[in-house]
């Protein structure tokens, strides 16, 4: 009887064997999930408008930045990981030490997520940034401490709160400040001057005869008188004087520091450059004229309204007296 040998049969691999081919092609499996998990992860980092970022409080080197660093900032991921001056040179110079102080204030709070701060990109341009940061409570060595955090690019919120602030505080023919904010202005500047005993003086202003202008050039060379009016007040007065537009024809001024006699070669000033004002049309030139009164913050003077009453009667006694004057009330 001949024996014969049993045919192998390419399913018949030993066991051991074939354990290892599904182990080889879970891993690889595996190995393929991973990978499109951070391809995944890669493009949502990409897509990110928003600095992340870790940092190494005690080696003082930053650990990890997005791809966003490089958009926002405009400089090289590398030289940052390589050198921490390179975030401290970046900011606005008013800003850094806000920025280096609420960064340290994490120590304490262990996060910190109102910062605000500037810095000047590669290409020199100012943008406004969002910069939370938090300690990171999950590192492994309990003698190092990490800082992790997300800043967001914020200056186009930054660009229309200033644009929704101006169209709140100026008055939008003359961009002087309006009624309601030179009032609030004033306001502040009253409270200083009577807890700290220092002169102010308050003057209103109003231009004569405006009506008539009105009715013989038109109302849009009314306006263009308000406009030239407003920018000689500007040009005259002093840095930190206030000046605005509370109604009509009529401006007022308030000046810290200063007393009604120091006060009053501002307004006559003032006069003059009005005075040498001129207005063309239809081939007609005319100029203008104003009626100020003044008056100076004293001891019995509880509120800002007593200021605003004495200048208002000041100034329509300048009117009754002729116009084109300044009266002391």
């Known amino acids: 009887m001949v024996n014969k040998k049993p045919t192998s049969h390419p399913h018949n691999e030993p066991p ?11 891993a690889q499996g595996e190995v393929a999930r991973l990978s499109e998990r951070e391809q995944l992860f890669s493009s949502l980092l990409d897509s990110v408008n928003a600095v992340l970022w870790a940092f190494d409080w005690e080696s003082r080197q930053v650990l990890y930045v997005s791809p966003a660093y490089e958009r926002i900032f405009g400089r090289p991921a590398h030289l940052l990981l390589a050198d921490f001056n390179q975030w401290r040179d970046s900011i606005y110079p008013d800003d850094l030490d806000y920025a280096e102080r609420s960064l340290a204030e994490v120590l304490v709070k262990g996060a910190v997520e109102d910062r605000e701060y500037r810095i000047i990109d590669a290409d020199g341009n100012v943008r406004w940034l969002s910069d939370k940061c938090f300690i990171n409570q999950q590192t492994d060595n309990e003698h190092r401490l990490i800082v992790v955090g997300m800043a967001e690019d914020i200056t186009e919120k930054k660009r229309v709160e200033g644009e929704l602030q101006l169209l709140a505080t100026t008055d939008v023919l003359t961009q002087s400040s309006n009624r309601r904010h030179f009032f609030d202005c004033a306001q502040e500047a009253f409270e200083v001057a009577r807890r700290e005993h ?19 050039y038109g109302h849009q060379e009314g306006d263009y008188v308000l406009q030239h009016i407003a920018d000689t007040g500007k040009a005259v007065l002093r840095h930190g004087d206030l000046f605005g537009r509370i109604g009509g024809e009529e401006f007022a001024a308030v000046f810290p520091g200063c007393t009604p006699q120091v006060a009053e070669q501002i307004a006559e000033r003032l006069q003059r450059e009005i005075q040498r004002l001129q207005f063309s049309h239809d081939q007609q030139v005319f100029g203008v004229t104003v009626s100020q009164g003044l008056t100076g913050i004293s001891e019995v003077d509880s509120s800002l309204d007593s200021l605003f009453a004495r200048a208002d009667a000041a100034m329509y006694q300048a009117k009754r007296q002729g116009k084109n004057q300044i009266v002391i009330g």
């Open 198 to 216: 220092t002169p102010l003086t308050f003057l209103l202003l109003d231009i004569d005869d405006f009506k008539q202008i009105n009715d013989t």
């Open 16 to 26: 051991e064997l074939a354990q290892a081919l599904l182990a080889l092609m879970h």
